[in-house]
């Protein structure tokens, strides 16, 4: 079926870059993307990639897609203690409607 | 400005009542969707609505119910027959059910049982 997996918990210094990671299993993906969520907070979309590119940039933000390994990664450059939140990976499901598949949420701690 | 509103921002649950989340948006968006997080989880789906007077079950769907009489309003009832419904509750919209759709969250509902 359908899952999506990623580490619960990363913590960097402020100013190092931080590297989130995130496998999925539905190799029909179209979309994959990366939603921040603050503490009580709904979720924002931070990006997203289309499953025919390897590489998106967004300022602070690459996003690497590996289709053959279904491994996504989205790396921060010069983590600030604002990027403090919890990233949830998400894949397109299958279904015909608009269904994403999230993962369990990376917890990312920023510390000085 | 546009957005999602939901509220209560906290709601407490008496054993065997019904409870009702608000859902509005002023996105003008055809297709609305409940989600459910608890911690160390993803977010999983319990209702999503396409269009007005219309909706479908999601992957767990029992022990909710919903309703869409409006465009702006998805409103959703946890029942006495959720037996677990302390959770973080989300209701997210998009422009259509299409694929390429990106989702628009609220801020949530946090709902605890008393």
């Known amino acids: 079926g359908e899952d999506v997996e990623q580490s619960l918990f990363l913590s960097v210094r402020e100013g190092d870059s931080s590297v989130i990671n995130c496998t999925y299993t539905?190799?029909?993906?179209?979309?994959l993307y990366w939603y921040k969520q603050e503490p009580g907070a709904g979720l924002q979309l931070l990006t997203y990639i289309f499953s025919n590119m390897d590489m998106k940039q967004d300022q602070r933000l690459t996003v690497l897609l590996n289709k053959k390994d279904k491994h996504l990664s989205l790396r921060i450059a010069d983590t600030q203690t604002g990027d403090s939140a919890i990233y949830f990976c998400?894949?397109?499901?299958?279904?015909?409607?608009?269904?994403?598949?999230f993962g369990a949420g990376t917890r990312l701690a920023v510390h000085p | 400005d546009g957005g999602i509103t939901q509220s209560p921002k906290y709601l407490f649950r008496k054993e065997g009542q019904n409870v009702t989340l608000s859902c509005e948006q002023n996105l003008n968006h055809d297709a609305m969707y409940w989600y459910r997080q608890d911690p160390g989880q993803g977010l999983r789906l319990i209702y999503y609505?396409?269009?007005?007077?219309?909706?479908q079950k999601g992957d767990i769907a029992e022990g909710y119910s919903v309703s869409r009489e409006k465009k702006e309003s998805f409103p959703l009832t946890v029942t006495s027959a959720q037996k677990n419904p302390t959770a973080f509750y989300l209701c997210?919209?998009?422009?259509?059910?299409?694929?390429?759709?990106?989702?628009?969250f609220g801020s949530g509902t946090q709902l605890s049982v008393l």
């Open positions: 998400a894949e397109r499901g299958s279904g015909g409607y608009n269904k994403l598949i």
């Open positions: 609505s396409q269009i007005v007077n219309d909706f």
């Open positions: 539905d190799s029909s993906s179209t979309y």
């Open positions: 997210a919209s998009s422009i259509g059910a299409l694929s390429r759709e990106k989702l628009f």
